[in-house]
Structure formats: structure tokens, C-alpha cells
């Protein structure tokens, strides 16, 4: 875990964030209350929290999919809370890989060019997308799979597709959904490890969004969020 750390080296700092539903109506709903968070560069943090606790809200503005209602929000030094759709859409393309329990692969279009897609957006021309797709899916153990539709794939497959594409764009943090949910204990296990990889040999950060302790306490740090209030922080076992 990341100590003594500058402004310069936090890739997320969000001060009295509040999102509001039904706003001044009278079942006007408050899902988080105030959050203040900050995470650095090559920090592995767990989000935990039962359901309803509002972590996957939390989730939802840390990638710029949803916009707090106060508050400001501060990712690898660009003000999101503040940005355009256009700015944001751009910020989530390459500030953000996304890996999320159902996969999201296209399911007509193979491995190899469902990890090229995001550096499509990127206006990377086509034969270095191809190159760095390629070398995407030999990191996660996929490069004798890469021809093959989701549909052909397990489930452990089909997340490990989805990591490399969340990498394709080298983004500043990974942001990981209940990524093993859908997945056996062995297979989940593959999958976690591929995660450990990142982090401990490319210094990636990692942000796990999960209700599972077990998982959790292989984190740095451990966030707990419970009634739309973050209620604590504590060590995970991998430090």
C-alpha cells in the first residue's frame, strides 16, 4: 500500500461526493452521503458492502457512468465532476479498463477483436491494434483463443478476454465489478490471480467492487461502505 503519497501520485480523490435520486420530490432518495476517498497510483483497494450499501453507485461515478449529484471528483488530476458527455466518454475510454461480472463481449466478433475495440476509439491504426490486442491476450493466457467467438468460450475464458480488453488502452486504473461472480472457485481463482499480476508487476491500480470478504482480504485495502456512507478501512493479507 501507497504511504505518504502527493496529490500528484492519486489517480482518485473525491470530496463529499452525494447522489441523489428523485431529487425534491417526496421520495427523494440519497444513496451516498458525503464520501471522501482517495486512492493512489498502484494501490489494490476492495469496495465492500451487502446490497443496497451503495457501493455499486460508488462504482458507477468512479468510471464516469453516472455524474454525483455534489461533490467533486478528481481522476488522475482531471475534474470528471465537472466534464462534458464528450469529455467523458473519452476519460472512461482511456482513464478506465472495465471488468465486469457479465463479461460485455460483443458476441458476434471474436476474442481478438472485441480486446482491439477501445483502441478503435483510440484512432490507433490497424496493424498496431492487432499487434497490441495479440500481446493482450498471450498476458492473460487467451492467444490460442483469440479466433474464437464469446459464445465458444467458458466463463473464466470469456473474463479473461475481458481483462485484456480493459488493458488495451493502458488506462490509469482498473475497475473491476464483481469480476469472479459468475465463475467457479478454481476459475475465479485464475482470475484473481491474473489481477495480483497486474498490480504487482505492472504497479496497475486496482479497484474490486465486491460483496465477497474471501476476496477482499487479498487487497491492500479493504473499503467498507454500508448506507451510502464509507464506515471504515482496514488492511487486506497482500501488502
Known sequence: MNTNTTDSEKVITMRGIVKKYFIGRPNELEVLKGIDLDINKGDFVAIVGESGSGKSTLMNIIGSLDRPTAGTYLLDGIDVSSAHDTELSGIRNQKIGFVFQTYNLIPKTNALYNVEMPLLYSG????????????????????????????????????????????????????????????????????????????EEQNKTVVLITHSKTLASECERIITISDGSIIGETKGGRS
Do not use: Y
Request: aromatic fraction near 2%; glycine fraction near 8%; charged fraction near 30%.
Open 124 to 199: 490507433m491504426p490497424a496493424a498496431k491494434r492487432n499487434e497490441r490486442a495479440k500481446e493482450l491476450l498471450e498476458m492473460v493466457g487467451m492467444g490460442d483463443r483469440m479466433d474464437h467467438l464469446p459464445e465458444e468460450l467458458s466463463g473464466g475464458q470469456k473474463q479473461r478476454v475481458a481483462i485484456a480488453r480493459a488493458m488495451a488502452c493502458d488506462p490509469a486504473i482498473i475497475l473491476a465489478d464483481e469480476p469472479t461472480g459468475a465463475l467457479d472457485s478454481a476459475t475465479g481463482r485464475l482470475v484473481m490471480d491474473i489481477f495480483h499480476k497486474l498490480h
